[in-house]
């Protein structure tokens, strides 16, 4: 149950017997829970795999990107040390190795506080890019987006209408915000920014001339202003907006 699944983390959600079996029936019968799903599982084992393939490098031989998301969540030299620890990988039938952080935890020679202690730092790191390269339902663009709007008056309720459909893009717009903060300097936060909104703006303009042509259109014409502002809001999530004005 997707609107259970969400209540746990942001308060429960009332609503009559019949919408909420029509909502999860949507989720489910579109394959959008499922496909979700799957690409976080899949990502959390290719995130575990690739850390255990790194398990023979010394902290100082480890990818840049990689030291420097370790020192942010105040994994050292010491600790990877404890965490590649041949006895603690997993090794699958078809003999793939993964460093998991619930595994660690369980098969760990550390003592117990020691070992959990480092598990979970290391499944924050791994929960923090998942939801980069998965985005969910974020809590702090909900309590952004709401502010002190109280449930029941005119306003409360049109925000929360407005979150139901928008809590994605506000998700995506936080984790590039994120992203850009952790880069080194202002030069390289430059770069990523003017990179993601490029990429984005390019990808949305794919999808609008797409959208054109479901329609049975011609694909619009990408000369002028209005398409690449509307190429430049499909591409960050809010493609809504475009539909509403353009039709």
Known sequence: DAGSASARYLGDVWSPEITSRITNGVLRASGLSFWTDCARQAWQMEFS???????????????RELRELFSARGITAADWDKLRD???LFTAPNGSKFLSPLIFAQTSRLPRSEAEGLS???GA??????????PSVSIEGRTGWLGDARPGTFSGELLR??????SFGLSVTLNLIRRAQAQRDITSRAVFVASMIAGLTVFGSVSVQLKEMAKGRDPRPMNDRAFWGAAFLQGGGFGIFVDIVVG
């Not at 790191?125 to 998965?134: C, D, K, L, S, T």
């Not at 209408?161 to 928008?166: A, E, F, N």
């Open 125 to 134: 790191i791994i929960e923090q890019e998942m939801e980069f390269a998965v």
């Open 49 to 63: 795999g690739f850390l255990a393939s790194q398990a023979g490098q010394a902290f100082a031989d480890l990818p």
């Open 161 to 166: 209408s407005g979150l139901m459909y928008k």
């Open 120 to 122: 979970v730092r290391l």
């Open 86 to 88: 041949p006895s603690s």
